[in-house]
């Protein structure tokens, strides 16, 4: 399962905290993507980066922030802006915009 | 906005027969049409893709069909098995996105 890692695999959050999540790549993928899966539920785009220092906001962009400095990473924070932030979190990179997407193994974070 | 309609949410096969899972989407554009299956817990991962400069493509138990004019597209999986029970994704390419139906829950009965 190599290829796109997160970390961690759990996140607990106090309310009023922020919270990065990591997402790695070694696929030399261009474009990168968060989405966030609620349960039982399909999944929502959060931020998606084509390239390297750009990003364009997803659905749900409201309450989260992404960077995009180095080709293979692409962390997501959480802010305390996000009201309810309890979901799964997939990260996933493809080498275009219009080609396979290969999903990390995601990130559960819970608020206490 | 753009969307992906997929149905059913909930479609339970015995085992050894077909399922068949509909998504219909509204971007006229869309030139791209991926499945995913993602087991309880894992990551989603991709099954069959197809192109719009294509109508049908098959990978042994597994085909995809496109019906560009009506804007549907169908998953079709044959003599279906226990490992096949997961939940699948359906998507289509819009302003440069994926835009991803809601899911449908696979249930194969012994």
């Known amino acids: 399962d190599g290829g796109i890692t997160q970390s961690p695999k759990y996140l607990f959050r106090k309310e009023g905290q922020n919270v990065t999540l990591s997402c790695e790549q070694n696929l030399n993928h261009d474009a990168m993507y968060w989405y966030r899966q609620d349960p039982g539920q399909g999944l929502r785009l959060i931020y998606y980066?084509?390239?390297?220092?750009?990003?364009q906001k997803g659905d749900i962009a409201e309450g989260y922030s992404v960077s995009r400095e180095k080709k293979e990473s692409f962390p997501l924070t959480v802010t305390s802006a996000q009201k309810n932030p309890t979901a799964f979190y997939l990260c996933?990179?493809?080498?275009?915009?219009?080609?396979?997407?290969?999903f990390g193994p995601g990130t559960r974070l819970t608020v206490l | 906005g753009e969307n992906v309609e997929q149905h059913p949410s909930t479609l339970s096969v015995q085992e050894g027969d077909s399922a068949v899972i509909k998504c219909t989407y509204s971007?006229?554009?869309?030139?791209?049409f991926p499945w995913y299956k993602q087991e309880l817990g894992k990551r989603p991962q991709l099954i069959i893709d197809i192109r719009s400069n294509v109508g049908e493509k098959k990978d042994q138990r597994i085909a995809v069909t496109l019906n560009k004019t009506a804007k549907h597209f169908s998953l079709h999986i044959t003599e279906t098995q226990p490992e096949d029970s997961a939940v699948y994704f359906c998507a289509a390419t819009s302003n440069y996105q994926l835009i991803w139906g809601a899911g449908t829950k696979l249930i194969i009965k012994p």
């Open positions: 980066s084509q390239i390297v220092n750009d990003f």
């Open positions: 996933a990179s493809s080498i275009g915009l219009t080609f396979e997407q290969f």
């Open positions: 971007d006229s554009a869309s030139n791209y």
